[in-house]
């Protein structure tokens, strides 16, 4: 356990839809971090949260919105998904960019 | 912009055999580098990193990296492949001003018996 948890660990969905992805911190960790992984673009960063506040944006789509709460967990919001969404999305956090991220085990979305 | 290249998305060694996984950077300031492991179903482990200081990093399982700015690499080495060191790997580099780390594609190892 690597102490970031990511609820659900899957999702499966239909094109359209809207989902909302979580992320709980490590205890102590300010930044969060969300990445798409997919087997063509491989590990692509979407945006980035230091103590509830948006600090870097990424490839990520206008679709796609992120928020960090003041108890520091996040969500990432998808909407009008299609096929193409379908990948991994990690989040990871960290106290301090040069300690290192802490990932969690990745929530496997499926648009159908 | 800041980037990094792993060279071979799939290497296969014998166990007991050396492991050299590449990466090199391409970064307008100081790099900051890492590299990570994934195991299957699993999210991404730090293995170790370079910020400043000594270019001869140690990391975890037994894997080190040297930072060469000549010839910007942060190649990955291990002296003894074990079985156990069969996942995907990933080279990063700091990208923005907020610390958000830029991924290779990942190297896949394979460790045969």
């Known amino acids: 356990d690597s102490g970031v948890t990511q609820t659900p660990k899957h999702l499966i969905t239909a094109t359209g839809q809207r989902v909302t992805l979580r992320c709980s911190p490590r205890s102590g960790d300010l930044s969060v971090y969300w990445y798409q992984q997919s087997l063509d673009q491989g590990l692509q960063f979407l945006i980035q949260?230091?103590?509830?506040?948006?600090?870097a944006k990424g490839n990520i789509l206008e679709r796609f919105s992120a928020q960090q709460f003041p108890d520091l967990h996040s969500e990432l919001n998808l909407s009008s998904l299609e096929l193409g969404d379908s990948a991994l999305y990690f989040c990871?956090?960290?106290?301090?960019?040069?300690?290192?991220?802490?990932f969690g085990s990745g929530t496997r979305l499926t648009v159908v | 912009a800041q980037s990094v290249t792993q060279l071979g998305s799939h290497v296969s060694v014998s166990e007991g055999a050396l492991v050299l996984l590449r990466c090199n950077y391409s970064?307008?300031?100081?790099?900051?580098l890492f590299w990570y492991v994934q195991y299957p179903n699993q999210g991404l482990q730090l293995l170790l990193k370079?910020?400043?200081?000594?270019?001869l990093v140690k990391g975890i399982n037994g894997f080190e990296a040297e930072f060469k700015k000549s010839e910007t690499s942060f190649h990955l080495t291990k002296p003894s492949a074990h079985m156990s060191d069969a996942a995907e790997y990933f080279c990063a580099v700091k990208g923005g001003s907020q610390g958000n780390l830029i991924f290779g594609k990942g190297t896949k190892l394979s460790v045969k018996p």
């Open positions: 990871a956090s960290s106290v301090q960019w040069d300690y290192g991220y802490t």
């Open positions: 949260y230091y103590n509830g506040e948006e600090r």
């Open positions: 970064s307008s300031v100081p790099p900051y």
């Open positions: 370079y910020t400043t200081g000594a270019t």
